[in-house]
C-alpha cells in the first residue's frame, strides 16, 4: 500500500455520493461529509462536515452548473423532447 502524504485526502471505498452528501433528519440541512485528513501532531485524522441550507445549496448547484459549462469534455447535448 503506497504511504499518504501530509495533508492528502483519500475517498475510502465505497464512499459514493450517497454517503457523502446526506439530508438531516428535520430536512433542513443537507450535510458534505469531507474524507478524513491526516495532519501532523493529530493522532487522529481531522474528520470536516459542512452543513448547507436550501439556499447555499442552490447557489453551489448554479456554480457547478456554469463552471461544468465551462469544462472539457462540453456537457451532452438534451435529447429531442415529442
Known sequence: MPRRKR???????GS????IWTLS?????V??????VNLAGLA???????DFDAG?????????TVLR???LPPPPVAGKRN
Request: proline share 10%; net charge positive.
Open 31 to 36: 450535510r458534505l461529509a469531507i474524507p478524513p
Open 44 to 50: 487522529q485524522p481531522l474528520k470536516l462536515f459542512l
Open 16 to 19: 459514493g455520493p450517497a454517503n
Open 69 to 71: 459549462s465551462r469544462m
Open 25 to 29: 433528519e428535520d430536512c433542513r440541512k
Open 7 to 13: 495533508g492528502e485526502i483519500l475517498m475510502a471505498s
Open 56 to 64: 447555499a445549496v442552490d447557489q453551489v448547484i448554479d456554480r457547478l
